[in-house]
């Protein structure tokens, strides 16, 4: 088991004004599962993804990763977690303005304390995984949405994280780019990556193999899904869209 | 993250807002600039007094008749070659000369040139560490029997011989004929500004008896100074009580009248002229304050706002595994970054307004190796200082946080 949520929940704000944000939510994550975090906007999703991937504590109860508890993990302790055990995908790719492709994807790398010349090298790799090996020197304003979302990708996966998390990694992208982002996260996830994706995106969604649906902060589903939409090189089923080369 | 991965992010971020960080630092250029130009002038001021006492000689006190005080306003007053030889023989003075002094006419051919003759004992030349650069001292015979043999100083070997060989050439001083056994090695400029090589010498005794000889033998006996050479600095100030008694009591002065003679020590007086690049150096000193910390001010002000324009950043970069310390590091290298660039223009512009203030004011200036060490100093830790707090800000950044904001 990669993850264990017991009874999380997380409210903002002080007595009067208390959002609650997340209600005692509880699942088991086991390595290589690929699941979609549902519901409305505002249902709490974000925040769940947060307290995941360790960039947020729950008010109460308790996060199991990789069998550690992470109650009272010191914030140097997450942040060696969250550089080389987990990727982070978010809407707004987040990558940084002022480095190349390249340099972003290198940037795990440098807080894992890797030496350049096989910084360098890896980071190669990994836009070579995603397709991007021609723009490594490309600005991310020079690059398009779809491909600046590749690029976030291959930034998580540079350090090859057990666990891939992803925000909304479609929301800013047209349907045609979001199923090219989507086909290389299911391709990721053949090769044995588990990943969380949050989306309110019921196509979107129907990619994953398991789909926990959250309402008000509260988790109303978690189920397998059955009719699983497959594009990958093992897809059996192909809604159309092309298959881009990566892998 | 080390700290050189911390000054590539930091000189891309001041890169990108160059003016900005051009600004920012323009009160490091003016600190350190001036922190430069007062080492400049304070050490070239110091090394100026240094080389006037070593050229004056180190440790020599002058002793001086005060004209007047035993009644009749002698002309030499009331110091004497017997005095001389009472100081030369105290423990602290490891030599003493007595001195007599007048201007003279020194005429060789058809050249003559205007000159102070010092009419001395070899001693002088101990006490004053001047060695010759051709011929001989007096011998002992020539001092005892008054012979007319002269040493010329370097700038009067030039004037009359003008590059030809003086030794062993006639001059003749006061139209006496007089036979050139030595020229002096070059001394240059004295503390007072005055040519030290436009001199010569001849013994004390001929100097009294065939040039400014008076008619009586008090006279025959004054002189009109007297230079010791104490043995070390320390024993500079025991030689001066000791001198003082001895004189006191040759001269047979009671505990009620006033000393006849004055001591004086020219390393103290030329120390004591330096005192306007001294004021000056004070002058630069508080600017150079001032403008550090408000240089120091502005860099904590841009750092702070180059945080929270910056603050998304750090959520990614936390997000992708940025310890704190990391952060922190980022933005401290990018506050000394600033700083250094500061400093190193700063270093330019001090030792170009020193150079220029030398120049113009004709003060000595000395730029050694300390001053980019100062520079380096002075702006890394001004970098350091106030680059801190707006650092550690961003390093409490939490990552939820940072990552929400816009
Ligand atoms: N930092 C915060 N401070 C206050 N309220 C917050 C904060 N983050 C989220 N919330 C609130 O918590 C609820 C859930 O938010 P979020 O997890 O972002 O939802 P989702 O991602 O599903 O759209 C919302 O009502 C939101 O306003
Ligand atoms: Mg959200």
Sequence with gaps: ???????????????????????????????GEFVAIMGPSGSGKSTLMNII?????????????????????????????????????????????????????????????????????????????????????????QLSGGEQQRIAIARALVTDPALILA????????????????????????????????????????????????????????????????????????RGWGVTGFG | MNWWEGFRIARRALWVNRLRSFLTMLGIVVGVASVIAMVALG?????????????????????????????????LGTLTESDARGIAGLPPVRAAAPSVRGRAQIVRGNRNWSTTVNGTTVDYFVVRDWPLSAGRQFSSKEESSADKVVLIGHTVA?????????????????????????????KGQSGAGTNQDDVVFVPISTAKRRLFGGGDDGDRQSVAYILAKIVSEEKVGPAVAQI??????????????????????????????????????????????????????????IMLVSVTERTREVGIRLAIGARRKDIRTQFLME????????????????????????????????????APVLAIAFSASVGLLFGWYPASRAARLEPMEALRHE
């Design chain 1, 167 to 238: 925000d909304e990694p479609t929301g800013a992208l047209d349907s045609r780019t979001g199923n090219e982002i989507m086909a290389l996260l299911q391709h990721l996830n053949e090769q044995g990556r588990t990943i969380i994706m949050v989306t309110h995106d019921e196509i979107v969604g129907s990619h994953a193999s398991r789909i926990i649906r959250l309402q008000d902060g509260t988790i109303i589903g978690d189920q397998d899904v059955p009719d699983r939409v497959l594009t990958g090189s093992t897809g059996r089923k192909l």
């Design chain 2, 244 to 301: 003082q008694a001895l004189l006191r009591q040759h001269h047979r002065l009671g505990s009620d009248r006033d000393s006849d003679f004055i001591i004086i020590n020219p390393s103290e007086a030329m120390a004591l002229r330096n005192a306007t690049t001294t004021t000056f150096a004070w002058l630069l000193a508080s600017i150079a304050s001032v403008s550090l910390l408000v240089g120091g001010i502005s860099i904590m002000n």
């Design chain 2, 335 to 370: 506050a000394i970054t600033l700083c250094l660039l500061g400093g190193l223009i700063g270093l330019v512009l001090g030792a170009g307004i020193a150079i220029a203030a030398g120049r113009l004011a004709g003060w000595p200036i000395f730029i050694g190796l300390n």
């Design chain 2, 158 to 186: 030039q004037e009359l011989f003008q590059g030809g060989n003086p030794i062993g050439a006639e001059v003749r001083i006061l139209n006496a004929p007089f036979q050139v056994i030595g020229v002096l090695a070059a």
């Design chain 1, 53 to 141: 991937g360790l960039l947020d504590r729950p008010t109460s109860g308790s996060l199991i990763f990789a069998g550690e508890h992470t109650a009272n993990l010191s914030p140097d302790h997450a942040a060696r977690l969250r550089n080389c055990r987990i990727g982070f995908v978010f809407q707004s790719y987040n990558l940084l303005g002022r480095n190349t492709a390249l340099e972003n994807v290198e940037l795990p790398l440098v807080y894992a304390g890797v030496r350049r010349r096989e910084r360098e090298l890896r980071a190669a790799e990994a836009l070579d995984k995603v397709g991007l090996s021609d723009k490594a020197q490309r600005w991310p304003l």
């Design chain 2, 43 to 75: 050490s070239g001021a110091k090394a100026q007094v240094e080389e006037q006492i070593r050229s004056f000689g180190a440790n020599v006190l002058v002793i001086e008749p005060i004209a007047g005080q035993s009644g009749g306003g002698a002309r």
């Design chain 1, 1 to 31: 088991m990669l993850l264990k949520a017991i009874s999380l929940s997380r409210s903002y704000g002080h007595d009067s004004t208390t959002t609650v944000a997340l209600r005692d939510a509880s699942f088991d994550l086991m390595d």
